[in-house]
């Protein structure tokens, strides 16, 4: 879906640019003021270093962990739990008075080997998974607010990918649809009954096959009366040239259903030339579509985080990922220094209070409502 904007967008830059430069409220604090939460992954290993654990709380006011509460580090071996590394994000961010996001309980990627390749039958993966959720849920139950209960279940095509979980052997609901995932909100919910489930996934930004997919299986588990409480939209970015261009459409959609939506990853990551810099017109870009988008998820009331994936450009899944190819994804550069997108967010965020200025008690009015729904 391309969503080219219009070209009097570029006239803006420069007076938006200039204006926004003298911004000093915190992105935490405008945030705060619209009654939203505002996040990024962490890596808990870089926690000792100055910049990147001043900037973050300074910052943020919710957290979570890009790695450290998957599968892979929470059960690398059988029935062998590891929350060291997840406990540190705990740590950390109630020391500083932040709230956590869990990621991820179930994903069809990225598991162990011995859970990969252990060639187990319909009954025993059915066990491990129950006993994995329930086990991760219970360890941070009342210090994790949210779950990401099930990641990317969907491709684009709005079918379930065939994975462990599902088909291949699946925990013996193969061919049932969404049952396994209805499964796994039951045993998460089980587990902690106060925390809000997510579904999440990406590429379902926009109004499209997949955000179908997902709707309607949202609409069945609310008209069935299985625990879902949110579904995480993760606005990766990957062509600044086609931006998703009907969120407030897709927000509204669901909370209409009855459950949060949180912007859960968001980066945009620019092309690169070869020396690796991205250009200032670039820069200014990028600095808009964070602005539209933090603008359509700050205004919805059902929007109730705005999260990226890792705030410094110094460490960014996207490099690695592109081959150098993109990257300078994030809101701050690899010195730790305010970009353009910075200036976006927190603009965003002001003038979101300025145009909405009820908007902080209709969040929390809504966010209340939410928690109120008994499973
Ligand atoms: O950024 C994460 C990267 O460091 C990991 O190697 C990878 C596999 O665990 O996951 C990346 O994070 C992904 C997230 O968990 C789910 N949505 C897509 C993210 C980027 O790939």
């Not at 996001?101 to 011995?114: F, M, S, T, V």
């Not at 990853?265 to 964070?290: F, R, T």
Request: glycine letters at 8%; charged letters at 25%.
């Amino acid at each position: 879906m391309k969503d080219r904007k219009p070209l009097a967008l570029f006239l803006v830059i420069p007076m938006f640019v200039a204006a926004s430069t003298s911004a000093a409220q915190s992105l935490r604090q405008a945030a705060q003021d619209i009654g939203l939460m505002v996040g990024t992954a962490v890596k808990p290993a870089l926690f000792s270093n100055p910049d990147y654990a001043r900037t973050l709380v300074r910052q943020f006011n919710i957290v979570e962990a890009e790695n450290e509460m998957k599968w892979t580090a929470t059960e690398p071996t059988r029935g062998v739990f590891d929350f060291r590394a997840g406990d540190r994000v705990v740590q950390f961010a109630e020391a500083h008075d932040v709230k956590v996001r869990g990621h991820n309980l179930l994903w069809g990627k990225y598991n162990p080997a011995w859970l990969e390749k252990g060639r187990f039958t319909p009954d025993q993966l059915r066990r491990i998974m129950k006993n994995h959720i329930q086990m991760v849920v219970r360890h941070y139950r009342g210090r994790v607010f949210a779950w990401d209960v099930v990641n990317e279940a969907f491709d684009s095509e709005g079918h379930l990918r065939h994975t462990l979980w599902y088909d291949e052997p699946g925990i013996g609901l193969a061919g049932k649809g969404t049952a396994y995932i209805a499964q796994a909100l039951r045993w998460a919910h089980e587990a902690d009954p106060h925390a809000l489930l997510f579904y999440n996934d990406f590429a379902a930004d926009g109004i499209n096959a997949k955000s179908d997919a997902i709707y309607e299986m949202v609409k069945d588990f609310k008209e069935q009366g299985f625990p879902i409480n949110g579904v995480g939209l993760q606005m990766h970015v990957f062509d600044p040239e086609d931006v998703p261009s009907n969120l407030g459409g897709n927000i509204g959609r669901f909370t209409r259903l009855g459950v949060e939506v949180q912007i859960t990853e968001m980066d945009v990551a620019l092309p690169l030339a070869g020396h690796g810099q991205a250009s200032d017109s670039q820069l200014a870009w990028q600095a808009i579509i964070y602005r539209n988008i933090a603008k359509t998820c700050a205004e919805n009331p059902g929007c109730t985080a705005f999260q990226m994936w890792g705030f410094t450009d110094r460490y960014s899944w996207i490099p690695a990922h592109t081959k150098g190819k993109r990257g300078a994804a994030l809101i701050f550069d690899a010195d730790y220094g305010p970009k353009p997108a910075y200036q976006a967010v927190v603009e965003a965020f002001q003038r979101v209070l300025k145009s909405h200025p009820q908007i902080k008690e209709e969040r929390l009015r809504f966010e209340r409502r939410v928690a109120a729904i008994g499973y």
